[in-house]
């Protein structure tokens, strides 16, 4: 249709029309417009509000295609999505609203080092079981490639709570312990913390020992097989497979030992053998620190029976199902706070249930009777065992046991009364169902309470045989700790090392592909040559790259020091950058000019690049 306007330049007229296509009309290509395929405000709202959700976006497709009549496209879907970028002040904002949260952002040279959260409820979590913590990281949640750090608690009826998170730029002990600092100066009854587990993470455990030198710093039971496993494995301990098999199952024996005298029996047994390398690397490295990982020495102390973060790692899976991989700042902390409530609400309810539902299991009047309704259910499994081995006991040879008190490991380590208590009992006729002897956090009613009462400070008071301290606020909902540099750093680790020098290496891989040929050839001589000095130099063997980036998975290093501690100093919120610490995209995927069968593939011209296998 052509149109032109009129003499008068009042009207449009029509000068030519052609009433024929030039493409096939169709009511299936004309369906397929992006303008007929786009949905109505209120089917748009209903579709974002079920990506919220996560709902599978090939169900979604099928449901509003059926629901609207439309030809929507994944693409259309995808579309909907607004993609949310890495805003410091709006996450900031948004953890200050929930629930009493304070933040603290750390800074070195305006640049964005770490982030701590509390909220109240987590708070109260360690106000109300401060004497054990786990402390763990889990990484690749957010797009920055901080990794999250946790502090649980475990509660009375066996299950873990969350008392702090933080996310670090760098995972350094002076960073570590500035997190902790933070988190020892808002919770006053850290004081009253005694065990503290943690993987076998250098750069934590130096900045525990720092920040709480008088605590019993233990290695998780399961990390430390786990160590010792692909230790053994390696080939520098010159261990054939039979040997192998040997040495784990003294290793095991060790580690399971239930007193100095079985590990003294088992570690005589080590020494007998011919593993020269083995014995080493164990005598230098676990031998002196056997009072942290062996079994039965970690049940002498209070750790309430926990001998492993298994806790925080069950945490840490409950996580990732819920918070997307490399999301955003502010959708992270979203999911992982929408995370955290579930687990919180989850628990209430359990503890809600548990009071209201009461099982007769047991005949009334019963001693099992009485501690199946008076102990939480997580307590009264323990107890349970110790009351049936009671009964099967002929005589007590535990000269520190009274009907109060014993000195066994059972009742050091969970507080609750043990089988020499309960025979002590029975032999002086008194009734073995008695609520003194029974911890005031094992009850039912204080566990109930914990959850439900809106104020915590009235239940921390009634803790029997504990100094009480009150809770104390924080004064600001929000600091922001500007660290300045350090002229002295700490010594790098061999990792680190490795990482430094390889990125100078990558530089001059770089200049010398644009070189000539003359003097690509003149400048690699020269490193070759270099090379040679600095092998005669250090009297080394060359290691491959895969050496080095092999995970440490026995205790080669020692655990580096703290840096000088640094000095604070002032900076606004909206100073801080968060420019470069995005996660780099990847590059191409390893194979791509390769066939499927493994032979170099050939380039084509115009496509020498391309990913696609031709057939």
């Known amino acids: 249709m052509k149109v032109t306007m009129t003499k008068n330049g009042q009207n449009l007229e029509v000068t030519q029309y052609t009433n024929s296509h030039n493409h096939e009309v169709s009511k299936t290509r004309f369906d397929e417009l992006a303008k007929q395929r786009k949905m109505e405000t209120k089917d748009q709202e209903s579709a974002k509000e079920m990506l919220a959700l996560r709902c599978n976006k090939k ?15 994944l693409k259309d879907i995808h579309n909907l999505q607004s993609t949310k970028q890495n805003n410091l002040e709006e996450t900031v904002k948004y953890l200050q609203s929930r629930n009493g949260g304070y933040v603290e952002v750390v800074a070195l040279d305006g640049k964005l080092e770490g982030i701590f959260f509390q909220d109240k409820i987590m708070r109260d979590a360690f106000l109300q079981n401060p004497e054990v913590v786990l402390m763990d990281a889990t990484y690749c949640l957010n797009s920055l490639g901080m990794p999250l750090y946790i502090l649980m608690v475990v509660n009375a009826n066996g299950q873990g709570q969350v008392a702090a998170v933080f996310l670090l730029a760098h995972e350094t002990s002076a960073l570590i312990g500035k997190m902790l600092s933070i988190f020892k100066e808002k919770n006053p009854d850290s004081s009253r913390i005694e065990t503290m587990f943690t993987d076998k993470d250098f750069s934590e455990r130096a900045a525990i020992i720092h920040i709480f030198p008088s605590v019993n710093l233990l290695f998780c039971f399961f990390h430390t097989l786990r160590a010792f496993k692909r230790r053994i494995s390696k080939e520098d301990m010159n261990l ?19 007193n100095e005298a079985d590990y003294e029996k088992n570690y005589e047994e080590l020494l007998k053998t011919e593993f020269k390398e083995l014995i080493c690397y164990y005598n230098t490295f676990w031998h002196s620190k056997r009072y942290e990982w062996v079994r ?29 991989r490399n999301s955003s700042l502010l959708p992270f902390f979203e999911d992982l706070l929408t995370c955290f409530k579930s687990i919180h609400l989850e628990q209430k309810s359990k503890a809600i249930n548990m009071m209201m539902k009461k099982l007769q299991t047991y005949a009334k009047g ?57 025979y002590k009992r029975r032999e002086m006729g008194l009734p073995i169902a008695d609520v003194n002897i029974i911890p005031q956090r094992y009850t039912k009613e204080t566990h109930y309470r914990n959850y439900c009462e809106i104020s915590t400070t009235h239940q921390a008071e009634n803790m029997e045989g504990v100094e009480t301290l009150e809770t104390v606020e924080p004064t600001a909902s929000t600091a922001v700790t500007n660290l300045e540099s350090v002229v002295h750093q700490r010594p790098l680790g061999k990792h680190e090392k490795f990482r430094k020098a390889m990125d100078l290496c990558k530089d001059i891989c770089n200049i010398m592909s644009n070189q000539g040929t003359i003097d690509f050839n003149d400048t690699f001589n020269e490193l070759m040559l270099f090379r040679s000095n600095i092998l005669h130099n250090n009297n080394s063997i060359p290691m491959s790259l895969s050496d080095h980036e092999e995970e440490h998975l026995g205790l080669e290093q020692s655990p580096p020091g703290l840096e000088p501690s640094p000095k604070q100093g002032s900076i606004m919120l909206k100073d801080i950058s968060i420019e470069g610490m995005k996660l780099k995209r990847k590059g191409r995927p390893k194979g791509i000019d390769t066939t499927v069968i493994g032979l170099k593939r050939k380039k084509t011209q115009g496509s020498a690049s391309s990913s696609c296998p031709r057939t």
């Open 59 to 73: 169900l979604l497709k099928q449901h509003l295609c059926e629901e609207t009549g439309k030809k929507v496209t």
């Open 366 to 422: 019963s001693d099992e009777e009485f501690f199946s309704s008076y102990l939480t259910p997580y307590a009264w499994r323990l107890v349970e065992k110790e009351n049936k081995r009671s009964k099967e006991m002929l005589f007590c040879v535990r000269p520190g046991a009274t009907m109060d008190s014993c000195d066994c490991s059972f009742k050091t380590n969970t507080t609750l009364p043990c089988s020499h208590m309960f």
């Open 296 to 324: 039965g020495f970690m049940k002498s102390m209070k750790t309430y029976n926990i001998t492993t973060t298994n806790h925080l790692e069950s945490l840490n899976q409950k996580i990732k199902q819920v918070v997307i």
């Open 240 to 258: 054939s497979k039979d040997d192998r098999t040997s040495a784990l199952a003294i290793i095991e024996r060790l580690a399971y030992s239930q």
